[in-house]
């Protein structure tokens, strides 16, 4: 988610540029280094040695790629994509050809700008390595090719339309002259090097760098007085106008404790500035935050309990028998029984867009409604009752499967319960040999197409795909990227709920939540303001 230079060549820049203001904002206007410093912040969170752009293997690296290396696009709640080293970007030709430019003032650490050559041989390197979180899609089929226009400019080729690629750049470069022209690594000699655990400071391109000393366990992230800033967005700032005072952090420590009470006593003594998801001792946390020692909130974290319905049962291959198990639930209810940090669900899409008003206003829900079910399931000709059998992993709490079968056996449908452990359960259901199952999975898309549900047929091998999603979802979610102001793709999003209701092909039950503590000092895009780890440029003490 090396060779760090020597104290000369940081004590040289340090004395270069302190004179110099750093344009920071994204209206353009200007800080001095003295105004935009501020403090430091300690985050708990598993961390890992692996911080080269495109090559994060686990979810912790990416708080210090996030950090230290500025992405090609931002991608923020729901589907928006935002350009970051970008400027420019259209697709041409029916969505087969994407243009890029590249922004004029940014730059590495070491004052180098950054160009097209460097997205050349990192392309060449993801494409190379099969850890990169770009090795298939640069080998799929349907990639041909990327070919420079001039330094800044540079289009994609497609054998298909590929709207969605501008999802997979969401990550940073590589520098060309530092890890080519100065350490002579070959696209397929990177991610294997030793500097793939700590990448040279002259190769940082985001606000912070990964400071000397930084290990595994204890990273630490220093404010790189180079950034060139986020103004290749609107949205970015993300949430100030301008920003506060006291803007940069001048250090972020990413500290990893195993102990979760180790953890809760640090937060308490102030040694550690957040805390997250500590659901065994949230409800203690939160009567302690009560006494405004500190704040918390709950915050969708992308993803939810579902019932998976298998489409090859014939009775639930029905759309009246699939909406009629929907009606039949008390959702509200349901979701009580799973726990802390559970909210009911009211469509099954992204948990953060879901809020705006204009879409909840907009799309119809099926409300609970047991006497309609009866009648969609004796229309459907099974007013006699029928019996399913729900697998579920052993841990899911009891008072769930009671009250699902107490409210199914309402309306005729008799629920037995199968509980196995996660090897037997994934088994089963990647067999196809379910007729239910029970499932919290996650899918930030939006719509919220599960991650097993792909489009092509290829693909489709067993119950585990969901494979009678209607194909149009994915038409509508290709056409709906091409838009350029997130605004402009909601009247296509309408669509694919409304098409998404109508086939049913899993039940939501409730979206899952985080918990996060912060200390009071700590401002910035912090819960209910945005995503954590992509926005750190923002976050200040006071």
């Given amino acids: 988610m090396h060779k760090i230079s020597t104290v000369v060549l940081l004590a040289l820049l340090a004395a270069t540029l302190l004179s110099r203001d750093l344009t920071v904002r994204s209206n353009n206007s200007c800080f001095d280094l003295e105004e935009i410093s501020g403090g430091s912040i300690s985050l ?15 979810r912790g690296d990416l708080w210090v790629t996030a950090a230290t290396q500025d992405p090609l696009f931002l991608k923020l709640s729901g589907d928006r994509i935002e350009p970051s080293l970008v400027e420019e970007w259209e697709w041409r030709d029916g969505n087969k050809e994407l243009y890029i430019r590249l922004r004029d003032d940014i730059r590495w650490f070491d004052g180098t700008p950054i160009t097209t050559s460097d997205l050349e041989y990192s392309l060449a390197i993801w494409k190379a390595s099969e850890d990169s979180r770009l090795y ?63 990448p040279p400071l002259e190769a940082t391109s985001g606000p912070f760098y990964l400071a000397e000393g930084s290990k595994k366990g204890n990273i630490i992230l220093k404010r790189n007085p180079q950034w060139h800033g986020g103004k290749g967005s609107e949205h970015y700032p993300l949430y100030f106008t301008e920003w506060p005072e006291h803007a940069l952090l001048d250090e972020i420590r990413l500290i990893e404790e195993a102990d979760q009470e180790e953890r809760i006593k640090m937060f308490l003594n102030g040694e550690l500035s957040m805390l997250f998801n500590e659901e065994n001792a ?26 998976i319905l298998n489409h090859r049962n014939e009775f639930l291959s029905k759309s009246s028998v699939r909406k009629a198990l929907r009606m ?11 726990g802390i940090g559970s909210t009911g669900a009211l469509l099954p899409i992204d948990a953060r867009t879901a809020l705006l008003q204009e879409l909840l206003t907009q799309i119809g829900e099926f ?52 509980r196995l452990d996660w090897g037997s359960l994934l088994g089963d259901v990647y067999s196809a040999d379910y007729d239910l199952a029970f499932f919290r999975v996650e899918a930030f898309d939006y719509p919220e197409i599960a991650p097993w549900a792909v489009e092509n047929a290829d693909d489709l091998k067993t119950g585990w795909e969901v494979g009678y999603v209607n194909p149009q979802l994915f038409r509508i979610e290709r056409k709906a990227i091409t838009e350029g102001l997130w605004k402009n793709r909601i009247p296509y999003y309408l669509g694919a709920m409304k098409l998404w209701l109508e086939d049913m092909p899993i039940i939501v039950i409730s979206y899952s939540q ?28 006071r």
């Avoid at 939160?286 to 993803?303: H, L, M, Q, V």
């Fill in 136 to 198: 298939k899609i640069l080998n799929n089929p349907a990639y041909v090719k990327m070919k420079t226009l001039d330094s800044k400019s540079a289009v994609f080729y497609f054998n298909r339309p590929f709207p969605e690629f501008t999802g997979y750049l969401r990550t940073g470069l590589l520098a060309r002259h530092i890890y080519e022209g100065k350490l002579g690594l070959k696209p397929g000699e990177v991610s294997a090097s030793q500097y793939s655990g700590k």
């Fill in 282 to 307: 949230a409800t203690e946390l939160i009567n302690g935050a009560k006494n405004g020692n500190y704040r918390y909130e709950f915050t969708p974290d992308g993803s939810y309990y579902a019932l």
């Fill in 367 to 418: 409300p609970y409604d047991a006497g309609r079910a009866k009648e969609l399931l004796a229309g459907a000709g099974y007013g006699k009752g029928y019996t399913l059998t729900i697998k579920v992993h052993q841990g899911v709490d009891k008072k769930f499967t009671d009250m699902l079968a107490k409210m199914w056996k309402e309306i005729g449908v008799d629920l037995k319960v199968e």
């Fill in 328 to 338: 039949a639930l008390d959702v509200e209810k349901l979701s009580g029984t799973i």
């Fill in 514 to 541: 985080k918990v996060t503590f912060w200390r009071r000092e700590l401002n910035g895009p912090v819960p209910g303001s945005g995503e954590l780890f992509d926005n750190l440029a923002e976050w200040f003490v």
């Fill in 44 to 58: 708990p969170i598993d961390t890992t040695g692996h911080f080269l752009p495109g090559l994060e293997l686990v």
